[in-house]
């Protein structure tokens, strides 16, 4: 088949990296999974008839079967449509509510349910596609790429040359909670048949179990949570039919088994997860007359109370050392909690004030993070996911999120640091929450458990990374970006994390940005802190040891292990003082080996710059000064205890390969710069230390260059900050 190849050795590297990966018991439920998988093959995978599917749920519902026994399906929809027993979202009077608050929001949303009636669709930063005739669920039309007519186990996404990203995306249905709400905004029927036309068409098409559309349980799950709540929308569409519902639910149940039996377990049990859970729950929650609908809801929130301590931490950070999936987990936590307390008569247990709490902390984090005016870090991957997507807007950004966690939790830090989105606005209106001013202002932060230092002073957000390096033992969105920096004033990065590059279309990218070069840290030999066994696998990790944080100072110090493998092992010491009264930030970063191996290897710092920055020429000393507009806002002057050399590359240059790149959205990237200083230590050296001054505002001119003395295992340096002379030990380890 075009586009299709048989497995690469590489590919047959990567299966023996990520076997390791795992202990023995995944390997034996994997093993498990795969005679299950070949069972099924040989005899079937039989959904249940009506009557079992529904067992006595129609009873529950209040239905009557039909006279030769089978379900009602009328009386079903007639439920559904009454929202009996079941929790209700999208409603024409919220409809009404949220218009008169959010016109202009409004406006937007008509105009992306247009372009789904014209059948175009724009997913992360490809260019517009568009099906001049029905939309084919199997088709890529910007590759070309049809994908196979096969069960969805047999279909191997990293074999192909496609984007199993952009044709999963549309296959998330995402889309048609856009014509839902259109529907109910205007009373215009062509929003509403579009919609059920297309989901017709999309059971037609994709069969349960069938063709890449249900590769996975994730893309189950996150797909059914969309396609029930546009269902909601459409309640009272005419076009809604007993035959219309009944296929939905047939498929959404099918959805739902999938979601449970084929869950992501062991290395694999981290956000997809989440997705599975939620997105069972969602079916039981909203399909009562279901059969298995009171256990399914059980398990998957039992289970999700579970996963909501595990992947967001007792200090709000996500497990999965990365922003955007922090975002996503939070929500599709929010998204089940949010169901249950909108369903009528719903006493709350342990397991909702588990799943609000969990949202709570995340969102207590994420305000901590981006204040009231700070940019979004972008730390880890992001691949733009949405667990409920209301809002037509490009990508899911956290100042909406904390919108929504507000409505959901009342937390005031996410009121003050929130920007209300339609995504938000209708929980809120259906939640009856109020948008009660506050006062909270954000501070510095030790969140010790997620290992992140935030330095805050006045205009100034200094970062520091001193978590691991993700999430279990694949840890599959972490980045190599131990003991990072990243340093924002007046709301603008000025370093930072260049983002995620791409997932399947560009490989290089992939590389490039996970790797320790394109992270504001120091890489030993040019060497990754972490060793990659492939795009969304780690074989070994960096581990960090924390010293100390002062937030009252500053300053924190840490160090990591990750070249100890090295032929000459080294450990990596950063420490970074920040003064809360003071705009220049002190970096110290002290490379040590232990006396075997090779002579020592080279050393490098990398402050990646953001793209609207522009540098001076080189000058003599290696000073880099950096402009925006045309004004200075920022230099870097380095020291060093042997000889160093100041370097610079950007995108596109002639030997900077695939670095000096930053991605603002997945398979996008416009260039910047990358600078810093390297050193070529003497053979017999023990110890380098780079001491690197980085200033902002008024003192980003003529700054004297820092002493370094070494003393022993003791490292001074002595400093000219914007309030004059300073210290900095770094104490023997």
Known sequence: MPGFRALAPAKLTWYARRLRSMGPREVADRAL???????????????????????????????????DGAPDWSALLADFRAGTGRPVLLDRATATAVAAEH????????????????????FFAHPEARYDGPIEWSCDPLSGVRWPDLPSHAINHRAGHGEPKWIWELNRLQHLPWLAQAWLLTGDERYGTEALDQLDAWITANPPGRGIAWRGAFEVGVRAISVLVALQGLADHPALTPERYARAVRMLAAGARRCWRDRSKHSSANNHLVGELAGLATVAILLPELARAPRWERDAVAALAVEADRQILGDGVGAEQAVGYQVFTAELLAVVALLRRLRPGHVPGPADTTLVDAVRRSAAHLADLVGTGDPTPRTGDDDEGFALRLDPAPTREVRPHLALAAALTGLPAARRAGTTDLTAAWIATRLGATDAPSSWEPGSVHAPDGGLAILRSGRRRVLVDVGPLGYLSIAAHGHADALALGLAVDGHDLVGDPGTGSYFAHPDWRTAHRSTRAHATVAVDDADQSVMGGPFLWTEHAAVRVHAVDLADGRVDAEHDGYRRLPTPATHRRVVHAPPDDDVVLVVDVVTTDGTGDAPAPVRTTWPLHPDLEVDPAGTDGTVVARRDGEPVLQIVTAATAPATGWRLRGGDPGAGELGWWSDRLEQRRPCWFVGAQVAPDPGTRTVVLATLLAAGASTTDLPVPEVRVDGDEVDVRWTGSRGPRHTRVPGR
């Open 33 to 67: 999974t795969v005679g299950a998988t070949a069972t099924r093959r040989v005899t079937g995978d039989r959904e249940p008839d009506d009557a079992a599917l529904l067992g006595d749920g129609a009873q529950r519902s209040s239905t009557r079967s039909g006279g």
């Open 103 to 122: 016109p202009d929001a409004v406006k937007e949303l008509l105009a992306a349910a247009d372009r789904v009636l014209e059948h175009r669709f724009t």
